[in-house]
């Protein structure tokens, strides 16, 4: 069964310090994947694509298809990253595409 | 400046009343979308829509319904309200893009059912 997990629901950090949000999946096909964002009291939003190997706001995220992962990362976490993180997996299960997601993880940067 | 938006931000609904939770989008997306979003549990599927009048049922569909007469607007229904559809209620619009996608939110409806 297609699924997005995500491990932690809380990742709280010092401010200047790495930060991974592990994302893992299940997907019978080939997989894409993304990661929205929430900050506090805004609509949730595209943050990347693994398609697009971009990194926005210091973030990357690579995809592991031996370990089925799709980690977010960055070196060096900021106030501001503070927000709800899910990932996503895209199911083609029924006649469109329709978007999967994790339970999310709350990411706090502490100053 | 592309917009998803919901009717209400808010709503305090009776249990058994009829609900009506109506999204609207300006970007001319075939696909809509209505998921709950609830606390530990992340954002779930209640249903989709990919045409005008075309549905299809997500991981939650029981108790809702939909409705989609134009293509810009997307309805969702609780037919009668119960205090377990209490939550948080996002609707989407996207492009069939696929690694591409990306799909836009509503500013999310928080429905209370008393």
């Known amino acids: 069964a297609q699924r997005v997990t995500q491990p932690e629901k809380l990742l709280s950090v010092f401010k200047g310090a790495p930060v991974e949000l592990k994302c893992n999946y299940s997907y019978s096909g080939s997989p894409e994947l993304f990661w929205y964002v929430q900050y506090s009291r805004q609509r949730l939003q595209l943050l990347l694509r693994h398609i697009s190997r971009e990194s926005i706001k210091g973030f990357t995220a690579d995809l592991n298809k031996g370990e089925t992962s799709f980690h977010l990362k960055k070196p060096f976490a900021q106030e501001e990253d503070s927000a709800m993180y899910y990932c996503a997996l895209m199911n083609y299960g029924g006649s469109q595409g329709n978007l999967i997601f994790g339970k999310g993880t709350k990411l706090s940067v502490k100053p | 400046d592309v917009k998803v938006t919901q009717s209400s931000r808010y709503l305090v609904k009776r249990t058994g009343e009829k609900v009506f939770l109506e999204c609207v989008q300006d970007?001319?997306?075939?696909?809509m979308f209505w998921y709950r979003q609830d606390p530990g549990l992340g954002l779930r599927l209640i249903y989709f829509?990919?045409?005008?009048?075309?549905?299809e049922k997500g991981d939650i569909p029981e108790g809702y319904s939909v409705s989609r007469e134009k293509k810009e607007r997307f309805s969702l229904i609780l037919e009668s309200a119960s205090t377990n559809q209490t939550s948080m209620y996002l609707c989407a619009s996207s492009l069939d893009q696929g690694g591409y996608t990306e799909a836009f939110f509503g500013q999310g409806t928080r429905l209370t059912v008393v």
């Open positions: 829509s990919y045409d005008v009048k075309m549905k």
């Open positions: 970007m001319d997306h075939e696909n």
